[in-house]
């Protein structure tokens, strides 16, 4: 049986007011940097909750929501994560990086030593759920998932941005390691690590600019 539509609940903005808040909402999205470098400062939970809420909202594949958001603030798994990641990463820059990668992120200043997996008070990490289970545990493909969680990625850094923190989207290659730490299911593989904090004091960002409009935006 399917189930029953409801009304949608929409506000019709007069489009002054609609123009004003997307300039306002571009202003802040637009100041919006990559940092590196983080303080230990505390972040209470429920910033944090309301983070991953926010990017549950996101609209994914069918509905079927096929995210797992794992946030850590135990130290001592922080640091596992760290040794693990760095381990991964010095192999990475040693030689199963490209050189035209290497190239590539040399702008960034990117390394082996991942300091914000310890320093950031919380280290949220992505699993994309691959496949789910119905309720009488047949396995239930799961559709677009990739696409669904990019998405609520990119809502869960406009909320960090938005309540004043900064994120970092941390890619450790490969991530079979967090699966294990975490103690996630099959199903579930890691997909982006993303520590969450106030930035440190001295933090700094790569001097590089965004792309003009025209560069990436076609109108016909
Ligand atoms: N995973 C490595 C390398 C890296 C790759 C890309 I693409 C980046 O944008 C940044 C880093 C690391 O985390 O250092």
New binding site residues.
Partial sequence: MPKPFLPLDHARLAPDASVARAREFYAQMDRRRTTRHFSTDAVPRELIELAIRTAGTAPSGAHQQPWTFVAVADPVLKAAMRDAAEAE?RA?YAGRATPEWLEA?AP?G???H?PHLTDAPWVVVLFRQSFGYFPDGEKRTHFYTQESCGIAAGFFIAAVHAMGLVTLT????PMGFLGELLQRPANEKAMLVMPVGYPAVDASVPDIARKPLADFAVWK
Avoid: G, I
């Fill in positions: 990463e990475f992120l960034l990117t390394d082996e991942k941390h890619t450790p290659s």
